[in-house]
């Protein structure tokens, strides 16, 4: 069953505005990851939280994790025009295989 | 320190051909991970490799595709006799050991099956 479910699926935004991503995930996990995907483009990671964290933090980006709910949350704040793209959350164990989530569509406008 | 490499960019095939995917990891890492992603999809996972052993193959078509990561050279991922429904990006990624860091993935090689 996939793992890593995102919501909302789309997001749109005022630049300068924060912008809130939801992930949940259904099984247990060892970490929980966040990628940002440039429309034509490959992944780039953005941040990992291990599953005994609660909150982690990268520049402008927060991830929170809440493993008794099983679900994830990306704040990005401050939103820049640059920030569209697609997010995507990924759940895993170890050096084993990620499961993605579908993603969220972010558009920044200016 | 060049990233995921991953060629072709941009591959068409006629119905019936063989596609061949190349993937060349990061120097220092020993796992490879290929991923297959649909237009406003998500990305599945197809196939996990270290040196010389598939390790999962859990997402991979149990016909036409294969994948190899050979002790010298590039990660080949190989779909033969393609379908138009093969069409679509395909990512590779690769990781040290231990994934602290995540993975780093390469450009994708977009696939057009005619």
């Known amino acids: 069953s996939q793992q890593g479910e995102e919501d909302p699926q789309a997001l749109s935004i005022q630049e300068g505005e924060n912008a809130t991503m939801n992930c949940s995930y259904k099984?247990?996990?060892?970490?929980l990851q966040w990628y940002r995907q440039n429309s034509g483009r490959g992944l780039v990671h953005l941040i990992l939280i291990r599953s005994n964290e609660r909150e982690k933090h990268s520049g402008r980006l927060r991830v929170t994790l809440d493993t008794s709910k099983k679900s994830s949350s990306l704040l990005i704040t401050a939103s820049r025009a640059a920030d569209t793209a697609s997010y995507f959350c990924?759940?895993?164990?170890?050096?084993?295989?990620?499961?993605f989530g579908q993603g969220t569509r972010l558009t920044i406008n200016p | 320190n060049a990233g995921v490499m991953q060629n072709p960019r941009h591959l068409v095939r006629r119905r019936g051909q063989e596609a061949r995917l190349r993937c060349s990891p990061m120097?220092?890492?020993?796992?490879v991970y290929w991923y297959r992603q649909l237009p406003e999809e998500g990305l599945k996972f197809m196939v996990y490799?270290?040196?010389?052993?598939?390790?999962?193959e859990s997402g991979m078509p149990k016909e036409r595709f294969s994948a190899e990561f050979p002790k010298e050279g590039p990660s080949i991922l190989r779909i033969q006799q393609v379908v138009r429904g093969d069409s679509a990006a395909y990512f590779c990624?690769?990781?040290?050991?231990?994934?602290?860091?995540?993975?780093?993935f390469g450009s994708g090689t977009r696939l057009t099956v005619v």
């Open positions: 490799l270290q040196k010389e052993n598939i390790i999962d």
């Open positions: 990624a690769s990781s040290p050991p231990a994934t602290e860091n995540g993975y780093t």
């Open positions: 099984t247990s996990i060892n970490n």
């Open positions: 120097k220092g890492h020993s796992h």
């Open positions: 990924a759940t895993g164990k170890g050096a084993q295989k990620l499961v």
